[in-house]
C-alpha cells in the first residue's frame, strides 16, 4: 500500500499513478496522488463538485466498490507544466474489459500541485463530451419559374 509520502518527482508521475489506481480500483493508492487538503476538488461526470480529501475519498470509494474496473486509455494529452503547477488536458477512452458495449469517452482535467512531497493532484474534473450536433439538412432554395 503506498505511503502519503510517496514522492512523485514529476506530474506525468503523479499522473500515471492516478490512472493506474484508477485502473485498479485501489483506493489506497488513488488517495496516495491527491494532497491531503480540503481545498482539494473533483468532479466526475455528471457528478457534484465535490471539495476537500476525504469528499474526493469518499467519492472514489464509491466509485470502486461497484467491483467493476476499467481501462483507460488517453488521447490528445495536452500538457501545461509550471514550476509549481502542472496541468494535463486529456480524453479518457474507458472500456470495460470484457464488455460487448465498446468504449467511453471522457473530457478531463487534472491538475498537480508541486509541495513538500512532490507532485499530488489537486483537481480532476471530467465530464462527457458533448453530443455533436444533429446534421443540419439543407432545403433546397424555392424553385423559380420564369415566364
Known sequence: MPSRRKLFPTPDD???AFYEAFERSDLAAMMAVWAASDDVVCIHPT???LQGFD???????QIF????????RLAEVKKFDGQSVAVRSVMEILTAPGSQSGSQTVLATNVYELGDGGWRMVIHHA?????APAPVEETP???H???
Open 145 to 147: 419559374t420564369l415566364h
Open 14 to 16: 503523479a499522473e500515471t
Open 141 to 143: 432554395p424555392p424553385s
Open 55 to 61: 469528499a474526493v475519498r469518499d467519492s472514489w470509494s
Open 127 to 131: 465530464a462527457p463530451p458533448p453530443e
Open 47 to 49: 457528478g457534484p463538485r
Open 65 to 72: 466498490s461497484n467491483g467493476s474496473q476499467l481501462r483507460v
